[in-house]
């Protein structure tokens, strides 16, 4: 059915081609064309500028006045499930944005909403979904592009491409507050405005249709008409902001951010400097959260920033200019994608902390992707002290591999643990010293933090890890992580948000004082044993507080029997391999099986509302209700005979070795539970002899569900 794309092609043209049809009218037409209509038509053309989408199987081309300014292709199937944003300076008509979201996948849904609503009022935005780009968008997704004003959404299936242009307007406003309007009334403000929406419809068993939406636009006169604003803030912002999309209050109009004039959070005691090194490299949008958040974290003041940029992307430098921050270009190698190139380039910024400040014994390491706990420095020089006197631990993780609802409740837990680096990490100038000459090689195949944690270089050294996150991941789809990843595994942990937070026992975390206090707290632990399948019932008694022992059949760390697998599944942690061991044993707080915690956000929270990132006092207020941790026990799983603690046991007999049957069953109660909060949408359109219902496009078979269910 391509009357549609044509009727819409036609409607978009209208308002610059009236004024051209006008000009070159029959009454005007004769042997020759007056002069002054010549000049007419040339002015026209001068103040207008054209857009055109052209969507060819799963190629995506966009143009700008005829000369293409976007193009994506993929061959695989599953890649063609993207949503495209594209953002023209409305007066310019430059492109200030193209970024693509895989909604094919979970949780990219999540960034696309945040996108959104981080371009400035007055824009034009192309959105273009191809194929497969209704999978997940549900809910966030669609709900925003609903807001934006799409009205066919709904009556897209699965397979279908779509496009829209819209003139972006000013976000919904309830109450004008009163420092901005005398009488605090009720304001009206301009919502979107959608100037062209088209689909490409293909019944089941059709070929596939091409799209074309072309859509001419006179050059707003005057821009966004802030200028003001930024020439008393700095130049350097209104040049960013001019040339760049998709920054929210940093280049909005009213009361922008400005990162040099924000209040500096509380300092924290200090004993040492420890520098932060953030790695990055084309994704301005991920370095410009972590930089605000980081901004908000206490102690950040006092702490020196140094921006390590693969490849040296124009835009991600002129950002961290904003920030006056410090900045070193590594040159890339490998290609985009490959291991290789992420190892290398997290060597250079090893390399370049500690030679930038020479006087310095330990620096923090994080990643632009990730979201920072306020009491993330505090965090680290709480805790620096154990990587100091204790050369047997190599490095502290702010990153806490079981910081879920169900298992994780005490934000001053520490632990020791076999573990490598991960979101967000702090190690000492002798494991560095150590470490680098012994780099994973280039085409390895292998990613620098599993070659640490396999390849001997660790030499038995550990960890120190937190019971309580204070990083969450907060990518998606990306090349290590993709959205099925960051729904089951990340967009569910929590994280501490109680800037204050005291960490307890770090003197304890002595390799020979931990070795002791740890054997004894599995040899005074209540033995128990599994009566009921652990998915369904909480397996430690209601009366005792525990801790709590149980043993399970483990030869090695591969875990060939599933023993830890099938607790770590019921129990409701990251299942995906066996990590965070301290001499065999896990140890988790567990409560019952819940999606929250009524204490601590979901990393999912922040990403979708990235404003509560900054919102410490809220946070604070939240974490101090009362920490209630009466229903969270201490539970040591004992993998035997991989550990030396199952001298405890009574031997085999004590040994949990789950059968298919319960495995099957886990498997199948945690699928639903990872699921259960993603909408699954697969809309088919189906053959029809209706002329109404075909032009209407009601002709479709809805197979909304929940995935998993």
Known sequence: MMLLPIIMFLMVKFPV??????ALSPSAVGSSIPLKRVKNILELEKRSFTITVHVNHDTLVVSLQNEKVY?????????????????????????????????????????????????????????????????????????SLLNLGASMLHRVAL???????????????????????????????????????????????????RLWLEATFFRAEKGRGCKNTFTELGTLQLHFCDKYEGYGDLCRCDRPYVPHEQ???????????????????????????????????????????????DGGDEETLHLASLFELET????????????????????????????????????????DDLILAPDLLSFFHQTAPALTDDPTLYLVNAFGQNSYPSTASDPSAVMRADMYPQYGWMTCRRWVEYALP??????????????????????????????????GHGGAAGIHVTGWEQQMYFNSRIMTHDPATVV????????????????????????????????????????????????LGVASRSDGYNSFYFMQTCIGTDDQEVKELYEGVMRLRIRPHTRRHPEFRLVSEYIANQSLIEDVQSLSNVARRGRNMTDAKILYLVGCP???????SAGTSDWVIPDEMLLFEAEKVVRGRKMSSTRRISRLRVPTSSAEDEYSMKNLHHMHRRHGH
């Open 17 to 22: 081609a009236k004024a051209m049809s006008q």
């Open 71 to 143: 193009e994506y292709g993929e061959r695989t199937h599953n890649s063609s499930g993207c949503v495209h944003l594209l953002v023209f300076n409305e007066a310019t008509g430059r492109l200030m944005m193209s970024r693509k979201f895989r909604t094919y996948q979970p949780a990219d849904q999540l960034h696309l909403r945040a996108c959104l609503s981080s371009v400035q009022p007055g824009r034009v935005l192309v959105v273009v979904g191809l194929m497969d780009f209704l999978t997940f968008l549900a809910p966030d997704g669609e709900t």
């Open 159 to 209: 397979g279908e491409p779509w496009g829209m242009v819209t003139i972006v307007g000013e976000e919904l406003i309830n109450k004008v507050a009163k420092s901005n309007s005398k009488d605090g009334a009720y304001k009206a403000v301009e919502r979107s405005r959608v100037i062209a929406e088209t689909v490409a419809t293909r019944a089941i068993g059709s070929p596939e249709k």
């Open 263 to 309: 209040i500096p959070p509380p300092s924290i005691p200090m004993t040492e400097d420890i520098p932060v090194v953030i790695v990055t490299a084309n994704k301005p949008f991920y370095l410009y959260r972590i930089l605000k958040n980081l901004k908000a974290v206490w102690g950040s003041a006092e702490t020196e920033v140094l921006v390590v940029v």
């Open 328 to 367: 070193v270009i590594h040159t890339p190698q490998g290609e985009p994608g490959e291991n290789t190139r992420t190892n290398t380039n997290i060597a250079f910024a090893l390399y370049s902390a500690f030679s930038r400040w020479p006087h310095v014994d330990k620096a923090i390491l994080l990643e």
């Open 438 to 471: 012994l780099w994973v090689a280039p085409g390895s195949g292998q990613d620098w933090d599993w070659w640490l944690y396999l390849e001997g270089i660790r030499r038995n050294q550990q960890a120190v890890v937190p019971e309580v996150s204070r990083t």
């Open 504 to 551: 307890r026992h770090v003197e304890r975390l002595e390799s020979t004082a931990y070795a002791e206090w740890f054997e004894n707290e599995i040899k005074n632990a209540k033995k128990i044993r599994l009566v009921d399948h652990p998915c369904y019932t909480f397996i430690l008694p209601e009366e005792e507080s525990g801790p709590f022992v149980l043993y």
């Open 642 to 648: 991989l550990s030396k603690y199952c001298k405890y």
